[in-house]
């Protein structure tokens, strides 16, 4: 009990703060481990063409170089899950075990999120964001807490990584 209590406490404390949305707007959709938990809509991003390459780091690691604009071959080559996804969820992901929708949108039924940086975290009933500066302390708390697992990214030498950016051009490795 006393868990669920600093989880819940944590849990209200990260709640990210939300902004008004651009002329147009766009937004990846993240799917609750909890099949009966609504949908969480992950923006928004300037144009469709930033938001699709969050969602592509949101599916699948790959190396840094790939958000350098590197054109090597196997400098975009798919290393495993992306931050979307917690440590331990199979790889690859099952088709009916996917946690993300497969397009950006360009609305979304909730308020948009503030410019800034995130991470996804999963519990048994839902899933949510929180701002990056608090990875550490739901980390901690992951450690203690069943059921609340962290999104996590495959290529650790992604220097951002697991945390994404919200509302500019940066990428999940910047």
């Given amino acids: ?22 002329a147009q707007s766009w937004y990846w959709i993240l ?3 909890a099949s009966s938990a609504p949908d969480l809509y992950i923006g928004p991003y300037p144009s469709l063409a930033i938001c ?21 071959p196997g ?17 690859p992901v099952p088709a009916d075990l996917q946690l993300t929708a ?7 039924p909730t308020p948009p999120l503030r410019r800034g940086w995130y991470f996804v975290y999963q519990t048994p009933n ?3 964001i929180a ?10 708390f992951s450690q203690t807490t069943p059921g609340l697992d962290l999104g996590h990214y ?5 220097s951002g990584a697991p945390c994404f950016s919200v509302g500019g051009k940066s990428t999940a490795c910047n």
Avoid: E
């Fill in 1 to 22: 009990m006393k868990s669920l209590t600093a989880l819940a406490l944590a849990l209200a404390l990260a709640a990210p703060a939300h902004a008004r949305p651009s």
């Fill in 31 to 33: 799917h609750p481990i």
């Fill in 52 to 72: 699709r390459d969050m969602l592509g780091s949101a599916i699948y690691s790959h190396p840094f170089a790939c958000h350098m604009g590197s054109h090597s």
């Fill in 75 to 91: 400098a975009c080559a798919i290393t495993g899950n992306g931050f979307a996804y917690p440590t331990n969820y199979p790889f």
């Fill in 102 to 108: 497969p397009d950006c949108v360009p609305a979304a």
């Fill in 126 to 128: 839902g899933a949510g």
């Fill in 131 to 140: 701002a990056c500066s608090q990875y550490r302390h739901f980390a901690a």
């Fill in 154 to 158: 495959a290529d650790s030498r992604c």
